[in-house]
């Protein structure tokens, strides 16, 4: 729970994570269309749940699919069966909660989702900076608000229904516990250009005189760069990466951990201003530009965290609130579902929901048979 953990909401993981090496997911040549339209298209868009009040279509579920499938692709990782029926899951609960939301509630999701926008906007530099970036990963300004409105109506609407309440000195008691874990890690802020050896579709390698081509060109620009050209300038006419191309190949900070390794080291070795070689990951050729580097800093429990606007006391106290959810929001969810009668119609995702709870049940009672206590 390191605070850029702390930092990281699930819905904006496909715009932040590995953001400056991540290629979208691009649609079939002469069209405009996402993946989920496509597929939308050749077989419709059936409701794979059903309840009270609301039902869930499979193109709900295919979106943050495809873009968590495209985030785990670009880290070398591959997610788990289990994760769709996750993600489902968490769906479901946020429409069954939509269900019981209040006017307060509404109102409190709302000013929420605006703090978490404006903060990605700042740590994007610009709204337009932002939109570009949610615009590499196949989403819209009003998708990514809408999203973020309804996970934070949902969990307004949890804590008023479980009577969550956090004391000042409870959340004190949280962050003495938890000091160390409020650092802010080194980030490192550079610009590059990004010539792809790779399809970005299919990811596979180009064919090999393509390859020693794209090196030919990748050499030739750094000598400009190194003969006084604007790295900014050759960034927006030659770089391959959409995500950063049109803000002259600028990128948001990032902490270690977040790059491929050979972007990461290269980019921390560097100095102010500093022009790297040519380097080479799993996506291409790349020139990096320093433009600045962060130290590292711990937060006292008063201080407030630029990238969030919120101090370390209000953190706190939501981890605080957060722990509680975890003991009683599983017990009123089970009974709201019922309530809702929440049916999974897709037998694929039911029989996998059921694979997951049975074996949840068998962990559960294993942990018990070892330890009566609990």
């Known amino acids: 729970m390191k605070l850029k953990l702390i930092l990281s909401a699930a819905l904006m993981a496909g715009v932040i994570s590995a953001a400056a090496v991540t290629a ?23 409701a ?9 279509k499979q193109s709900e579920l295919d979106q943050v699919l495809t873009g968590a499938k495209a985030n785990a692709a670009a880290q070398g990782q591959q997610l788990p069966t289990e994760f769709s029926i996750a993600i489902l899951n968490q769906l479901i609960t946020i429409q069954c909660l939509l269900q019981k939301a209040t006017p307060a509630d509404r109102a409190a999701g709302a000013a929420e989702a605006d703090v978490q926008y404006a903060s990605l906007i700042k740590r994007f530099g610009s709204t337009e900076a932002f939109e570009r970036q949610l615009k590499a990963v196949g989403m819209t300004v009003d998708d990514l608000r809408a999203k973020a409105t309804q996970e934070a109506t949902a969990k307004a609407t ?33 610009r590059h250009i990004l010539l792809m050896t790779m399809e970005p579709a299919t990811r596979t390698p180009l064919p090999t005189n393509s390859i ?48 491929v390794p050979e972007f990461e080291a290269t980019a921390f070795s560097m100095t102010n201003n500093q022009v790297s070689d040519v380097i080479t ?25 630029p990238q969030v606007n919120k101090t370390v006391a209000e953190i706190c106290k939501g981890e ?22 929440v049916v999974i119609t897709d037998p694929t995702l039911k029989a996998l929901d059921e694979s997951v709870r049975a074996q949840a049940d068998a962990a559960m009672t294993n942990t018990n048979l070892a330890d009566p206590a609990q």
């Open 281 to 305: 990951t799993q996506f291409g050729y790349h020139i990096l530009q320093m433009i600045n580097k962060t130290p590292a800093k711990t937060f006292g429990y008063n201080d407030t965290l």
């Open 48 to 56: 794979i749940v059903t309840a009270k009040g609301f039902d869930i």
């Open 158 to 190: 949890l804590k008023h229904q479980l009577n969550i309440s956090v004391t000042d000195d409870q959340a004190k008691a949280f962050y003495a516990k938890h000091a160390a874990e409020f650092e802010q890690p080194e980030t490192a802020h550079v």
């Open 320 to 341: 605080v609130e957060s722990d509680q959810i975890k003991k009683l929001a599983p017990a009123y969810v089970k009974n709201l579902r019922a309530e809702l009668s």
């Open 24 to 46: 979208p997911a691009v649609a079939p040549a002469g069209t405009n269309a996402s993946p989920e339209a496509t597929i939308k298209a050749l077989f419709g868009d059936p």
């Open 212 to 259: 020693a081509a794209k090196r030919k060109q990748i050499d030739a620009l750094l000598v400009q760069i190194r003969g006084g050209a604007d790295f900014a300038t050759l960034a927006r006419q030659y770089s391959e990466d959409p995500g950063s191309k049109d803000n002259g190949g600028e990128l948001p900070e990032f902490p270690r951990g977040q790059m």
